[in-house]
């Protein structure tokens, strides 16, 4: 009956410790979004999900990985999103928005894609923050619970931590600096009593990755509330195969991040999600691909343990 308990922490409150986490869906035209996300993530809402993180948000038109993602480059965009958050909140549930920058890692057919981090001079850089910033800043105009920083999958950021891409002979060699400089920034545009959220690798480097991770963390902790770890389905991040296979990393980091974790990828049993967070290896449990399946993923457990809790709509369906 863990997963069904309250998530409490200082700048983030949820009614369960399940978290739908940031699943690319490519429905967004020129960054807007529409009703499709609405019902999309609506599903989720009615399904009782305590934390629902929207796919990657671009902070730049040329920072979008592809022409369908969305983005807050615009003060129009926070338009939709604004009524999205408003109603899955009505339902009882936190909304985040996950900001990325594509770099290399951009579909699209044109623009000023950043496609070598090495080439970027510290006027660009300053800019990039500058993006950040601003969509910081719509992201609380749009009233979103917290924001989460994309920082690994081989983005933009990734590219800066990572010691196999950072060839840089500057200050932004050193991915403390670089993320330190990147989050205030962040933080300007974003309020103080709302939660950061990092979403962050354990694979940067060959050897020692886990504690390459942990020395970072332990460095910028000031600047984040909660830290996801995900290293996404890439060649030197790893692969996104079997069950739970995020949580021996995850739980590496849990031991020396004093912070709240998020674990993701491969947790699609009730039974497996509720053991993690009774052993403490983590303390949110993300199920994408389960709860796409089925966005009453979640109903199904409190027929389990507590029908109470079951909207009064969708009872009967659990009797």
Sequence with gaps: MNLMQPFVSEKLILKNKLVYPPIRIKRATDGYANYFHLAHYMSFAVGQVGLIIM????????????????????????????QIVGMLQHEGSKVAIQLNHAGNKSR??????????????????????????????????????????????????????????????????????????????VRT?????????????????????????QNILHHI????????????????????????YQLDDTREIKKQFKKPVIVVGGIHDHQLADEILEHQYADLIAVGRGLLRNPNWFLEYLFKYDRKLIPRPYIRAFR
């Design 55 to 82: 796919e990657e948000c671009a902070v730049a038109a040329d920072a979008r990985l592809g022409s369908g993602a969305l983005g807050l480059y615009d003060d129009d965009h926070t338009i939709m999103l604004r």
């Design 108 to 185: 699209l057919e044109s623009g000023n894609i950043i496609q070598d981090i090495n080439a970027l001079t510290q006027a660009d850089i300053i800019e990039l923050f500058a993006c950040y910033t601003s969509a910081a800043q719509r992201a609380a105009l749009a009233g979103f619970d917290a924001l989460e920083i994309m920082a690994s999958h081989e983005f933009l950021i990734s590219q800066f931590i990572d010691r196999r891409t950072n060839q840089r002979t500057d200050k932004y060699a050193d991915p403390v600096i670089f993320l330190t400089e990147l989050l205030t920034a």
């Design 189 to 213: 545009g974003w309020p103080e009593d709302k939660a950061v959220i990092l979403r962050v690798g354990t694979r940067y480097c060959e050897e020692e990755s886990i504690l390459f991770t």
């Design 221 to 244: 902790n000031h600047l984040i509330d909660i830290v996801h770890i995900s290293n996404g389905g890439s060649r030197m991040h790893g692969t996104n195969k079997g069950i739970a």
